[in-house]
């Protein structure tokens, strides 16, 4: 009977614990890291007042999707547009939540006359050192002691560790990483300074994101962390490498946050299609368009299950790991539908396209009271 009774107490128990954590993420996950996730331009500007519901209740960091790339913030030489960005601080002060800066420096959403100069001709190092000084100077400047972390530099490696040859590498030299993280650091000293990039759990790109951040521990300079962004799949990565790379990177000192959280639960478009190459953008295929009109339940679950295995990951790590920050708020607004082939219907997030929350929403919050001592 004494037995019935406690294991009577015990489901009270974990029932009601269960109904304390389900309030929301954020406050499920306090006590481990940071959960966030990424707001488009039409949700900063409050044309999705339900999924500013969302993120009020379960996210509490925010990054900008688009609006703080340097394509949004300086599409013209010396002529800034700070409104979206400036929208987007104001929500995360009224919804209390920490703003993330992204992206100081990219190869992608940056216009072509960064890397232009006077005569048409690829720019001077000079002059584009001057137009990233003035980009990260103004910038960084405008939201110093807002922002608490910049993603400084994004991308710079390729898939088997090597720099990406990228126009900031071809002019600037080796030395470029380095040198937008001093212009931050200085910009903002308080700031925390991040190293973003996809695909870090492959072990080669891995040891390629190691030597940046010991070449910036050997210059002085201040690195925070590293951003894993997290584009995945049912199939990819093994979360074994994910683990290991979390691991490798503590092993440095750095933090890790995951920075752009999706799950993607369509077919694969091309072995290229594994990471976040934004530049790759193929024309519809309706045969690897399978779930239009709805999603299996027996594919929800293993998008589940492999949302819920790197979650178990990430809190098992939640002395290295300082944030996860999903890559939207709902299956609409996701990237995912449009790449790497546009006009597919994808459902990589954590809430359905009427910002409902899908049954992996519960088995996240039921996991932090499962890993609880
Ligand atoms: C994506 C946005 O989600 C899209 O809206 C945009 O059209 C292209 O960029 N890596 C990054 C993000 O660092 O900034 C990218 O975001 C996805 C890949």
Do not use: C
């Amino acid at each position: 009977m004494k037995s019935v009774m406690g294991l009577l107490a015990g489901v009270l128990l974990s029932q009601s614990a269960m109904a304390a954590s389900d309030i929301s993420l954020k406050q499920a996950y306090a006590p481990h890291f940071l959960v966030g996730t990424a707001l488009s331009m039409a949700q900063i500007e409050g044309k999705d007042p339900a999924a500013l519901g969302v993120v009020q209740q379960h996210f509490n960091a925010l990054t900008a999707e688009n609006v703080m790339k340097w394509e949004e913030l300086q599409p013209k030489e010396g002529d800034f547009h700070f409104g979206p960005a400036d929208a987007l601080l104001k929500l995360a002060e009224q919804q209390q939540a920490t703003l993330i800066g992204h992206t100081l420096l990219w190869h992608q959403q940056t216009p072509a006359w960064v890397f232009t100069g006077p005569d048409g001709k690829t720019a001077s190092k000079a002059l584009l050192l001057q137009r990233l000084t003035t980009h990260i100077n103004t910038v960084v400047g405008r939201y110093k002691g807002k922002v608490k972390g910049w993603d400084v530099v994004n991308e710079a490696l390729n898939d088997d560790g090597s720099l990406r040859d990228s126009p900031w590498r071809k002019i600037l030299g080796d030395d470029y990483i380095v040198t937008a993280f001093q212009l931050a650091q200085a910009a903002d000293p308080a700031a925390e300074l991040y190293y973003n990039d996809y695909n870090l759990y492959n072990p080669e790109k891995r040891q390629g994101a190691v030597r940046i951040v010991q070449q910036l521990q050997k210059a002085g300079v201040k690195l925070t962390g590293v951003g894993m962004q997290g584009h995945y799949g049912l199939d990819y990565p093994d979360l074994q490498q994910v683990e290991d790379s979390i691991v490798a990177f503590a092993a440095t000192g750095a933090q890790v946050m995951i920075t752009e959280l999706d799950i993607t639960v369509l077919p694969r478009v091309d072995d290229n299609a594994i990471g976040a190459d934004i530049s790759l953008n193929q024309k519809l295929q309706q045969q690897l368009n399978p779930y239009s009109q709805g999603l299996p339940a027996a594919i929800e679950a293993l998008q589940q299950q492999r949302f819920t295995g790197l979650f178990r990951i990430f809190l098992r790590h939640s002395d290295t790991i300082s944030r996860v920050t999903l890559w939207g708020v709902n299956d609409q607004q996701s990237w995912r539908n449009n790449w790497p082939m546009q006009g597919r219907t994808d459902y990589a997030l954590l809430f359905d396209r009427q910002n409902q929350p899908k049954a992996v929403v519960k088995a996240l919050l039921n996991l932090v009271d499962e890993v609880k001592p």
